[in-house]
């Protein structure tokens, strides 16, 4: 599976973005999806995940409230709206997939994009 994240850019705090990962497999509603971001020197931290029938979403504390997770299996694509963006935001974002879990750990999922960095400025 190969995963290609977009979206990302420079927005001013208080302000918004979505991001968007598109996958190659055919299959990609199989698979359940995942937001991970690492900021410069930070480990890669959970943002959000949504199940592969679409019904199911969790979210790491920091995008709780703020960010939502959508996806369009006619599409092969996950979104990551994100609000009331902090300058904490601030990082690369990658999608990540998997068919088993959906875990807040990313040495659990399987496969990754190239990630997009969202730059939010004060």
């Known amino acids: 599976v190969q995963l290609q994240a977009s979206g990302g850019g420079l927005v001013q705090a208080g302000g918004s973005l979505r991001l968007s990962c598109v996958a190659s497999?055919?299959?990609?509603?199989?698979?359940?999806m995942g937001w991970f971001r690492q900021a410069p020197g930070k480990e890669r931290e959970f943002v959000g995940a949504i199940f592969w029938s679409g019904g199911s979403t969790r979210y790491g504390d920091s995008a709780k409230g703020r960010f939502t997770i959508s996806r369009d299996n006619a599409k092969n694509t996950v979104y990551l709206q994100m609000d009331s963006l902090e300058p904490a935001d601030t990082a690369v974002y990658y999608c990540?997939?998997?068919?088993?879990?959906?875990?807040?750990?990313?040495?659990?999922?399987?496969?990754w994009g190239r990630g997009t960095l969202v730059t939010v400025s004060s």
């Open positions: 990540a997939a998997d068919r088993l879990h959906w875990s807040t750990r990313s040495a659990d999922w399987d496969y």
């Open positions: 497999a055919r299959t990609f509603s199989t698979f359940n």
